[in-house]
């Protein structure tokens, strides 16, 4: 009687995700994590930031643009590789040109030094008409005298990553006018 006999060896060879590219907005930070899969546990990862720092674990802090790069190795010292890319939005310079008026006057108040790319959501304040605007350059005019704020928020969503990431960066910049009322003469302060 013949006996076949198969050996199969099948061999786990560790595998990576995609490489990535997200976005975080200036001043934030964004957690990596490193997603190596088959091996033999245990997985040790070291990561490599852009500045060259080496940190070891499955996660790290990302805060500034650039490649980061991980390595996966598993007890039986096969290894795999990964990279994570990262674009920092950086937080533009904005300048709110708003002069002060009289009651009732209309007056353009307008946004400077926005790039291209974002959202604008403007708030004039109480009195004021219209209250709320979404362009760059807006016209308003308030019934009521006093010191009104006025706040804009620009807004850019940054999309595309090979994983769906994505960014929603928001910044806030606010002013004042002072709206008179006319009391005699040619003009109102």
């Known amino acids: 009687m013949k006996h076949l006999f198969f050996i199969l ?13 997200s976005f975080i907005c200036a001043g934030a930070t964004k957690i990596l994590t490193a997603n190596a899969t088959g091996g033999t546990a245990p997985i040790t990862y070291t990561w490599t930031s852009p500045s060259a720092v080496v940190t070891t674990g499955a996660t790290v802090t990302a805060n500034a643009t650039g490649t980061y790069t991980w390595t996966a190795t598993d007890v039986n010292g096969c290894t795999a590789a990964g990279t994570h890319d990262i674009t920092i939005e950086a937080n533009p310079t904005v300048t709110l040109n ?8 209309a007056q353009t108040i ?3 030094g926005v790039p291209a790319g974002y959202t604008y959501a403007w708030n004039f304040g ?30 850019r969503i940054q999309t595309g990553s090979a994983n769906g990431c ?8 606010t002013t004042t006018v002072v709206i008179g009322t006319l009391t005699g003469g040619s003009s109102c302060n």
């Open 126 to 155: 109480s009195g004021a008409t219209p209250a709320t605007a979404t362009s760059p350059t807006a016209s308003v005019s308030y019934s009521t005298s006093g010191t009104k704020t006025i706040t804009l928020d620009i807004t």
């Open 9 to 21: 060896f099948i061999f786990f060879g560790l595998t990576v995700q995609a490489q990535e590219t």
């Open 98 to 105: 708003a002069v002060g008026s009289c009651v009732g006057s």
């Open 166 to 173: 994505s960014a929603t960066c928001v910044w806030t910049k």
């Open 110 to 112: 307008s946004a400077t």
